[in-house]
C-alpha cells in the first residue's frame, strides 16, 4: 500500500511562511485529485485546497490569496506554498490522492504563533 508522506510544517511566527511537501512512497495510477485538509484542535477536518489532475485549483475562502496548491500527477507529489500565516491557521495538515484508492498522509503539525 501507497503511504503518502507530508514534510515543511512546524512553527512560524504570524505573518510568516511555510511550504508543505507531500510524496507517495510508490506509484500512483489514475490520480484524479490531490490536495490538503486539515484539524485545529476540537474542529473537523476541513478542505484547504485541491487540484485536479487538469491543473484546477480550488481553496478554502479563508485561505485564499494567502496559499498556494501546486503538484505533479506523475510523481505523486504535492505542495501547499503558505504565505502571511495567521494565527488561526494553526492546525495538523493532512495530504490527501484521490486516485483508485483514496490516500491520506498522517498529518503535520502547523503552527502559527508569536
Known amino acids: 500500500q501507497v503511504r503518502l508522506v507530508e514534510s515543511g510544517g512546524g512553527l512560524v511566527q504570524p505573518g510568516g511562511s511555510l511550504r508543505l511537501s507531500c510524496t507517495a512512497s510508490g506509484i500512483i495510477h489514475g490520480i484524479r485529485t490531490m490536495g490538503w485538509y486539515r484539524q485545529a484542535p476540537g474542529k473537523e477536518r476541513e478542505s484547504v485546497a485541491t487540484?485536479?489532475?487538469?491543473?484546477?485549483?480550488g481553496y478554502a475562502d479563508s485561505v485564499k490569496g494567502r496559499f498556494t496548491i501546486s503538484g505533479d500527477g506523475a510523481k505523486a507529489t504535492v505542495y501547499l506554498q503558505m504565505n502571511s500565516l495567521k494565527p488561526e491557521d494553526t492546525a495538523n495538515y493532512y495530504c490527501?490522492?484521490?486516485?483508485?484508492?483514496?490516500?491520506w498522509g498522517q498529518g503535520i503539525q502547523v503552527t502559527v504563533s508569536s
Open positions: 490527501r490522492i484521490l486516485a483508485f484508492r483514496d490516500s
Open positions: 487540484i485536479t489532475s487538469g491543473g484546477t485549483t
